[in-house]
């Protein structure tokens, strides 16, 4: 059996004894039904890990035992911002899951004229949250050991205003550059994903004032979702650590 990976928000100390929070004693405890004596791996987002074994579990409470640590590193060369217009339901948090997995390091969320979703103040905030958890999770499965972090939403016109020293790239059906014909090898990336129905005139040509490339996947139309995922691995195949 696979030792079970837990994310733990504060620093770890080898030889320490800790107590999981809620939502991790809950999945240790009433979903994994561990008990004393078994082993878990613990990460704190620093890129070690450590091996824990667990000294007391019930409903309410699991304690572990922190072991040694493991400097472990799953990173990307390759620095990935996505900004992604929101999308419905599932699949904003399909995207969320599969783009920590593939190795992205910020996600933000984003608001265009064709955006769905129609969100703002506490909904959005529990939104965030979320994707947050999502993040975690696969972070926990994916054996990712610093989490991405998933900004507060915010519109179209100002992310692409934001100052980046990197390649920015926009998804565009008529663009003449594809992944494979980028002219440069860069560390750092922002990626403009737009919503289901595409960015208007006016944001692409506003994309553009703000120096992005446009660049094309395929011959083929693809939902968000699939753009997202796809953009991301071409790029990882290209520049990053898939290969």
Same mark, same amino acid.
């Given at each position: 059996?696979?030792?079970?990976?837990?994310? &733990?928000?504060?620093?770890?100390?080898?030889?320490?004894?800790?107590?999981?929070? =809620? $939502?991790?004693?809950?999945?240790?405890?009433?979903?994994?039904?561990?008990?004393?004596?078994?082993?878990?791996?613990?990460?704190?987002?620093?890129?070690?890990?450590?091996?824990? =074994?667990?000294?007391?579990?019930?409903?309410?409470?699991?304690?572990?035992?922190?072991?040694?640590?493991?400097?472990?590193?799953?990173?990307?060369?390759?620095?990935?911002?996505?900004?992604?217009?929101?999308?419905?339901? =599932?699949?904003?948090?399909? #995207?969320?899951?599969?783009?920590?997995?593939?190795?992205?390091?910020?996600?933000?969320?984003?608001?265009?004229?064709? /955006?769905?979703?129609?969100?703002?103040?506490?909904?959005?905030?529990?939104?965030?949250?979320?994707?947050?958890?999502?993040?975690?999770?696969? /972070?926990?499965? /994916?054996?990712?050991?610093?989490?991405?972090?998933?900004?507060?939403?915010?519109?179209?016109?100002?992310? /692409?205003? $934001?100052?980046?020293?990197?390649?920015?790239?926009?998804?565009?059906?008529?663009?003449? &550059?594809?992944?494979?014909?980028?002219?440069?090898?860069?560390?750092?990336?922002?990626?403009?994903?737009?919503?289901?129905?595409?960015?208007?005139?006016?944001?692409?040509?506003? #994309?553009?004032? &703000? =120096?992005?490339?446009?660049?094309?996947?395929?011959?083929?139309?693809?939902?968000?979702?699939?753009?997202?995922?796809?953009?991301?691995?071409?790029?990882?195949?290209?520049?990053?650590?898939?290969?």
């Amino acid at each position: 059996m696979r030792i079970p990976r837990i994310y &733990h928000p504060a620093a770890l100390q080898p030889d320490s004894d800790i107590a999981l929070s =809620e $939502e991790a004693a809950g999945h240790v405890g009433r979903v994994l039904r561990m008990a004393p004596g078994q082993m878990l791996e613990l990460f704190d987002g620093t890129d070690q890990t450590f091996s824990a =074994e667990i000294i007391q579990a019930d409903k309410k409470q699991v304690r572990v035992k922190i072991g040694a640590a493991t400097h472990d590193s799953r990173e990307s060369p390759l620095f990935l911002h996505l900004g992604q217009v929101m999308s419905r339901g =599932e699949k904003m948090e399909f #995207t969320v899951q599969k783009a920590v997995e593939l190795g992205v390091n910020v996600i933000t969320p984003l608001f265009s004229e064709r /955006c769905g979703v129609k969100l703002d103040g506490e909904r959005l905030a529990k939104k965030i949250q979320q994707w947050q958890k999502i993040a975690v999770a696969a /972070c926990e499965q /994916c054996g990712r050991n610093r989490l991405p972090e998933i900004r507060p939403a915010m519109t179209l016109d100002a992310w /692409c205003a $934001e100052a980046d020293s990197g390649l920015k790239l926009n998804l565009h059906p008529r663009a003449t &550059h594809s992944i494979t014909t980028l002219p440069s090898n860069p560390e750092r990336v922002r990626l403009l994903i737009g919503p289901e129905g595409g960015l208007s005139a006016d944001e692409i040509a506003m #994309t553009s004032k &703000h =120096e992005f490339t446009d660049i094309l996947l395929g011959p083929r139309v693809l939902r968000t979702e699939t753009t997202a995922l796809t953009a991301i691995t071409a790029l990882q195949v290209r520049f990053g650590d898939l290969g």
